[in-house]
């Protein structure tokens, strides 16, 4: 049994209300034209939420949020690419007595959130829902094995955290936008669906695997983000790493990061700049190239620099990592609270891209870098 429609009629809170209230199991896509997503249910509760945006690996997240350490992360990784079956990363954590069940499924129910959050921004598009069995036992051998919970999450209160973490996210544009007299930026919408066909046709689906190997979107694992910062940090003061979501620019990592009152990496993994409003990180996302110079004012950069601090720095650096054609991260650094100089940044391209390059396993990092530097007058 499938039922399909466009999310202009229905929204996404409703198509879950619906799946949960009936108690369904089976997978709901979503898709416009430049984005898809996908949420696994059974029996009306969530396992798993993708989209064909880039994504964290759960080592990154328990990194970048400090939950755990370098070395017991790379311990954790060493002893999972040893094992001679296949084992969880976090089920390895656990038993090291790194992070509890707790903490586990807190991280895991957050990421899924935060997927859900960029679905909930859709104005238009097409849904397909199938039902289908999917066994309560077994294990799908991707990436995205560690964002799965046998027992899943209850999704009217999914759903909740969800809309209570989009208004959070909107208040804070708004104040920043009352505190500075300014507007914010009315947004342009979603792209144009896709003519009149909602969805591309089904394809059979056997396990939880195949389902989930549908997105083989790139990940970031801790390692490899940790080496780039590491470098990063030693040529910049300050640095953030956004990772491009389907709506939305969102904060992943951070070193130099001192926002009064509030916990670095909390803060920053809560920063969000929209994809389709100008802004340093869209123009380098559309022109693929290295921005070094002073940081233009706009709206968006202004909210930026004031997420950040709010003190304008002298120099900017913004580089993307382009792999395979498509804009996988994108790294702001800056010398605050110092003046100086930001010094060459060839290395820290190359570093980028290879740090990304490692997830997906694409060749030559140096034709990869994004291009050349520009300058504040490019």
Request: charged residues 25%; negative net charge.
């Amino acid at each position: 049994m499938s039922w399909m429609g466009r999310l202009d009629e229905v929204s996404i809170p409703d198509l879950l209300h619906l799946i949960s209230w009936g108690e369904k199991t089976g997978k709901l896509v979503l898709a416009r034209q430049d984005a898809e997503g996908l949420l696994v249910f059974r029996k009306g509760k969530i396992l798993y939420a993708a989209s064909n945006s880039p994504r964290e690996a759960l080592g990154n997240i328990l990194i970048c949020k400090r939950l755990i350490s370098e070395d017991t992360l790379l311990r954790a990784l060493a002893q999972q690419h040893a094992s001679e079956r296949e084992r969880r990363l976090g089920a390895i954590l656990i038993e090291a007595g790194a992070i509890t069940g707790k903490t586990l499924e807190r991280v895991v129910r957050e990421q899924i959130e935060k997927v859900m959050a960029e679905f909930f921004l859709w104005q238009s598009g097409f849904f397909r829902f199938e039902a289908m069995d999917i066994p309560d036992a077994g294990e799908p051998e991707v990436d995205a094995r560690d964002f799965l919970l046998q027992r899943g999450f209850n999704t009217e209160q999914v759903v909740l955290e969800v809309v209570k973490r989009v208004d959070e996210a909107r208040k804070r544009r708004e104040e920043y936008a009352a505190a500075t007299r300014l507007t914010v930026p009315h947004s342009p919408g979603d792209s144009a669906p896709r003519g009149s066909e909602p969805l591309v046709t089904p394809r059979a689906i056997g396990s939880l695997s195949t389902i989930m190997a549908e997105f083989p979107s790139p990940t970031f694992r801790g390692e490899a983000t940790l080496t780039f910062l590491r470098h990063a940090a030693s040529r910049v003061r300050r640095g953030v790493l956004f990772i491009p979501g389907s709506h939305a620019f969102a904060g992943a990592a951070e070193f130099g990061v001192d926002p009064a009152g509030n916990r670095a990496d909390e803060h920053v993994r809560d920063l969000t700049v929209p994809r389709d409003h100008p802004s340093i990180l869209a123009d380098v996302m559309a022109k693929r190239g290295t921005y070094r110079g002073l940081l233009p004012s706009c709206f968006w950069n202004d909210y930026l620099v004031t997420q950040l601090g709010g003190r304008i720095p002298r120099e900017v650096i913004v580089v993307p990592a382009v792999v395979q054609g498509e804009v996988m991260a994108i790294f702001y650094g800056d010398n605050l609270p110092s003046e100086v100089s930001i010094g060459p940044v060839a290395e820290l391209e190359l570093a980028l891209a290879q740090a990304c390059l490692s997830q997906v396993g694409a060749p030559d990092p140096e034709s990869r870098t994004g291009g050349s530097v520009r300058s504040a007058s490019s």
